[in-house]
């Protein structure tokens, strides 16, 4: 007895991230098969604990599309009328998240059939980087490296020359599940452009690379050169330290002396203030004597005040005998000199 059957044979699929797949369901009716046409596309889950997650079905020539969130506006039958006998589920911008296993159920009663398709989402290599390990001087062994920051296993990685003779050294090593070429005793020659191919089964990506092989460097007189120049760094460092330093000590120096002050010496008088009270002080003993003693009083002469520190009117200078008492040195006891007239013992002043 002839029954539904399901012509398509594919089983497993490998796409890129980022393009679109067609997993194929087509069949084929009987004559014996009279019931309403249903096509249902589920999810089967890595953990068997899990249920089967409807993806879009057909039913009663309507679609549902809407069980499957992570897909919504993702996916559609290849076909707007699976009665034709497609049944074929289209899905558009792939995820690495849409990998697993899908079935294909198509029931038309009393017919029933499924199939199921393996879809794996690879990611292209991406963001590959190239770069050199080691001293590119002659002699020495270089490494070049060749790394995809993205992409789906299994990556490999080629390397060729795209300067000079185009082709790899001799003395070249390639290992293509870690993109390393080791480059051993490297030479002038060996100088150029270097190119990496990084590839899986979905797609590729490039990087290049620059070697420079040079003579060996000098080490021992850039070290001198530091070394030499470090020290004279220091030697001005220290002679800058030591300035300052005794500069401050000047200034220092300089600030204690202007600020010591004796206590014990009183500050000095002026001579102005001086002669005027020695002026007034002889005034007062003038107006205490009689008149009978200021006529020979007025007759002795007197110089003792130099004229620079009072001024005085012509007329009015009293002229005093000078007294035969040695007066004291009254500059050292900082005191103002007082002449005092005596008088003998004929009544005369002197």
């Not at 963001?127 to 001293?135: A, N, P, V």
């Not at 070290?223 to 460092?237: C, H, N, P, R």
Request: neutral net charge.
């Amino acid at each position: 007895t002839r029954s539904l059957s399901i012509t398509s044979d594919e089983k497993s699929f490998e796409t890129a991230q980022g393009e679109k797949v067609t997993l194929p369901c087509t069949f084929v009716l009987s004559e014996e098969d009279e019931g309403p046409l249903d096509i249902e596309w589920v999810l089967i889950p890595a953990d068997n604990q899990k249920k089967e997650q409807i993806i879009i079905m057909y039913a009663v020539n309507r679609i549902y599309n809407h069980y499957y969130a992570a897909m919504t506006g993702r996916m559609q039958f290849t076909n707007p009328d699976p009665r034709s006998g497609d049944g074929s589920l289209d899905i558009l911008n792939l995820k690495s998240a849409d990998t697993g296993t899908y079935q294909c159920k198509v029931k038309k009663a009393p017919g029933v059939q499924s199939r199921k398709i393996q879809l794996t989402v690879l990611v292209k290599p991406a963001r590959t980087k190239c770069s050199i390990e080691g001293s590119q001087e002659i002699g020495k062994d270089v490494i070049l490296k060749c790394a995809s920051q993205e992409g789906s296993p299994l990556l490999s990685y080629d390397w060729r020359r795209v300067s000079g003779t185009q082709e790899l050294p001799a003395t070249s090593m390639l290992n293509k599940n870690t993109g390393e070429l080791l480059l051993k005793n490297a030479s002038q020659v060996y100088s150029g452009t270097y190119n990496c191919v990084a590839s899986n089964r979905v797609g590729t990506d490039e990087c290049s690379v620059e070697l420079n092989v040079t003579p060996p460097i000098n080490t021992a007189g850039i070290i001198a050169g530091a070394v030499i120049g470090t020290l004279l760094g220091l030697s001005v460092l220290a002679f800058l330290v030591f300035c300052c330093c005794k500069k401050h000590r000047e200034k220092k120096y300089e600030k204690e002396v202007h600020h010591d002050i004796r206590e014990d010496v009183p500050p000095p008088k002026s001579r102005s203030s001086t002669a005027r009270s020695y002026i007034g002080s002889n005034r007062s003993s003038l107006g205490s004597m009689s008149p009978s003693n200021m006529e020979g009083y007025t007759k002795t002469p007197y110089s003792q005040v130099p004229s620079e520190d009072f001024e005085r009117t012509p007329g009015q200078n009293p002229t005093f005998a000078p007294s035969k008492v040695a007066a004291p040195n009254l500059s050292r006891m900082g005191a103002v000199p007082v002449m005092i007239p005596a008088q003998s013992k004929d009544g005369s002043i002197v």
